[in-house]
């Protein structure tokens, strides 16, 4: 409240100004950042409170908003209500998660013909407190395909500390399974995270086997691991009917799978069939595709697979073309 006041100028009238706004706080997915731990050591933010209003009707300046970055994945939760605040699927969300309080109103406000001489004013609101629960879905980088018993759980307990049911039987996996894969040393360190889920056969779309809409977890990989077992273990004749029946499944799923970019794996070389290898090769040579014949039991291959893994992530996240090419193919 306050009330001009001047040599020579007779009643002033009130001049008291507003008060400025509470800043916001935003809450927005970033691509640079991978993990919570910065709101583990600093969990408590707030945005700048507004100023006062002045003399002269001058307002106060609105307090400045604050930006919380989160990776892509993250999900926040209104700790007090359980309820599902924002799932930030994508880069470059943003959503208010508390209000800044509006500022309030100074004496020059309530002025009018017949009340020319206000006292009133008005109090500015608080702004909003909230306390949320921050949760992050791992989000697989690559996917591991193929039909059941190929090998894909073993494949991903060789390589990451997932430790899945493996059995020599099909549809061991019946949920997916997701391994953080790391590879180089220290200062070059990639690490990626691995997604097996249960094994594809023919006629999956229409719900044969364990159907297909666990394909979803697969939606966002950048990178798809196709795994065939090139042994008589399979029962199944023909490798590149495999393959085919699996790319056909993935395409039904129409989601854009069957034009992710892919490694083909040839599995269980220990015991492989030399005739299956070999025409899996040449297929895989015709298609322009990479091959990486591998043993879990061996070991054979396996490193060599988990660096062109590693690469062809890094590769693919740094390659925002790829990444184009692939949002237009959908
Ligand atoms: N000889 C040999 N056997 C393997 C190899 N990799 C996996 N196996 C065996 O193949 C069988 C199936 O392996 P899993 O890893 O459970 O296969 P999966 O693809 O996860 O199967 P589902 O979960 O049913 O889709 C198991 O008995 C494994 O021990 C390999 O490189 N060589
Ligand atoms: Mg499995």
């Given at each position: 409240?306050?009330?001009?006041?001047?040599?020579?100028?007779?009643?002033?009238?009130?001049?008291?100004?507003?008060?400025?706004?509470?800043?916001?706080?935003?809450?927005?997915?970033?691509?640079?950042?991978?993990?919570?731990?910065?709101?583990?050591?600093?969990?408590?933010?707030?945005?700048?409170?507004?100023?006062?209003?002045?003399?002269?009707?001058?307002?106060?300046?609105?307090?400045?908003?604050?930006?919380?970055?989160?990776?892509?994945?993250?999900?926040?939760?209104?700790?007090?209500?359980?309820?599902?605040?924002?799932?930030?699927?994508?880069?470059?969300?943003?959503?208010?998660?508390?209000?800044?309080?509006?500022?309030?109103?100074?004496?020059?406000?309530?002025?009018?013909?017949?009340?020319?001489?206000?006292?009133?004013?008005?109090?500015?609101?608080?702004?909003?407190?909230?306390?949320?629960?921050?949760?992050?879905?791992?989000?697989?980088?690559?996917?591991?395909?193929?039909?059941?018993?190929?090998?894909?759980?073993?494949?991903?307990?060789?390589?990451?500390?997932?430790?899945?049911?493996?059995?020599?039987?099909?549809?061991?996996?019946?949920?997916?399974?997701?391994?953080?894969?790391?590879?180089?040393?220290?200062?070059?360190?990639?690490?990626?995270?691995?997604?097996?889920?249960?094994?594809?056969?023919?006629?999956?779309?229409?719900?044969?086997?364990?159907?297909?809409?666990?394909?979803?977890?697969?939606?966002?990989?950048?990178?798809?691991?196709?795994?065939?077992?090139?042994?008589?273990?399979?029962?199944?004749?023909?490798?590149?009917?495999?393959?085919?029946?699996?790319?056909?499944?993935?395409?039904?799923f129409r989601a854009g799978l069957e034009a992710k970019p892919v490694l083909m794996v040839a599995s269980k070389i220990d015991v492989a069939n030399p005739d299956k290898l070999k025409k899996l090769k040449h297929w895989c040579a015709r298609k322009k595709l990479k091959l990486y014949p591998i043993s879990a039991v061996t070991g054979e291959g396996i490193e060599k697979l988990k660096f062109a893994m590693a690469a062809e992530v890094e590769r693919l996240r740094t390659d925002n073309s790829a990444l184009l090419k692939y949002a237009e193919s959908r």
């Open positions: 409240m306050a009330f001009r006041r001047e040599k020579f100028v007779p009643r002033g009238g009130p001049s008291g100004g507003d008060g400025g706004k509470g800043g916001d706080i935003w809450m927005e997915s970033s691509e640079s950042h991978n993990t919570l731990v910065h709101f583990r050591f600093n969990p408590e933010y707030k945005a700048e409170r507004g100023r006062h209003g002045e003399g002269a009707k001058k307002t106060g300046r609105d307090g400045g908003d604050i930006v919380l970055k989160v990776p892509v994945g993250t999900i926040v939760y209104d700790e007090d209500t359980g309820e599902k605040v924002h799932d930030f699927s994508q880069p470059n969300e943003r959503v208010v998660i508390a209000r800044g309080g509006r500022g309030g109103r100074g004496n020059a406000q309530f002025a009018t013909s017949t009340h020319q001489a206000p006292r009133e004013h008005e109090e500015g609101r608080e702004g909003e407190e909230r306390t949320f629960r921050l949760e992050l879905k791992l989000l697989a980088d690559v996917g591991l395909v193929g039909y059941p018993n190929v090998g894909k759980s073993t494949l991903i307990s060789r390589i990451s500390a997932a430790r899945p049911k493996v059995a020599d039987y099909p549809f061991t996996t019946l949920e997916p399974n997701l391994g953080v894969v790391a590879t180089g040393d220290r200062k070059h360190e990639i690490s990626f995270v691995v997604a097996d889920i249960p094994g594809l056969i023919e006629g999956a779309h229409t719900g044969a086997g364990l159907g297909i809409q666990f394909l979803r977890h697969i939606e966002r990989t950048r990178l798809l691991v196709h795994m065939v077992d090139v042994s008589d273990a399979s029962g199944r004749p023909d490798v590149v009917k495999d393959v085919e029946v699996i790319q056909e499944e993935l395409k039904s």
